[in-house]
């Protein structure tokens, strides 16, 4: 819980276009802080990934707010889709799951977003 932000860089080949990502990885308790800031982190973004704990409830509570506030400031200036993706983390600690996968899937569909669970430890 320091509130540090990082921003990584990858190169991927996708059907032969090289694709350079630049993934800025902001932390749940930083995003509560500055909603201008937040605002700039939204505009800087072509598209989102949302990633909660299973084993968190409240990171996956907060999911709804922060997907409404990604499509107010990114869908309001054009009628474009913003394209966002949920992901439930630590798929691989099942015994410790607070929020099932049927939840996940459902929020998706409700906001129109992705979903998939992963474990980042596999």
Do not use: M
Not at 26 to 55: H, M, N
Not at 66 to 84: C, H, L, R, T
């Amino acid at each position: 819980f320091g509130g540090t932000e990082f921003i990584y860089s990858h190169n991927l080949t996708v059907d032969g276009r090289e694709i350079l990502l630049h993934i800025w990885d902001v932390p749940t308790s930083q995003q509560a802080e500055d909603g201008s800031s937040e605002e700039k982190r939204i505009q800087w973004a072509d598209s989102f990934v949302l990633v909660y704990s299973i084993c968190d409830r409240a990171s996956f509570n907060i999911l709804p707010l922060k997907i409404q506030f990604i499509k107010a400031a990114k869908e309001g200036q054009s009628q474009e889709k913003v394209p966002i993706v949920i992901v439930g983390n630590k798929r691989d600690l099942h015994h410790q799951r607070v929020v099932s996968s049927e939840e996940g899937r459902l929020l998706a569909l409700s906001l129109d977003c992705g979903f998939y669970e992963v474990s980042a430890a596999e």
